[in-house]
């Protein structure tokens, strides 16, 4: 049991998805923890010169982006989970 879920948190914290748009000055990467432990804003001149409005505009929309993309990196990390403990019992002949 500790090493399926081990192998899940091990997922969610290695995993790493983009949100936002690098042509349009904003990019964000994050891992797959809520709240994420690890989050990194990049804000390029092009983004800067978008003006403070526009910035924040870009900035919240990536945040959403990457905050999606890793909600569905956790879901799969959930199922790879259940797969492995399935298959475990399998393994040991637990089958119902």
Do not use: C, F, W
Not at 53 to 71: M, Q, R, T, Y
């Amino acid at each position: 049991g500790m090493n399926a879920r081990v192998k899940m948190e091990t997922a969610i914290n290695d995993l790493r998805v983009i949100g936002g748009d690098a042509a349009n000055g904003v990019t964000v990467e994050r891992d797959g923890n809520m709240p994420p432990r690890h989050l990194v804003v990049t804000v390029t001149d092009d983004g800067k010169a978008k003006g403070k409005e526009a910035l924040e505009g870009l900035i919240v929309e990536a945040l959403k982006s990457a905050a999606d993309k890793s909600k569905v990196g956790r879901d799969q990390a959930q199922k790879d989970m259940m797969t492995y403990i399935s298959d475990s019992m399998k393994k040991m002949g637990m089958n119902g």
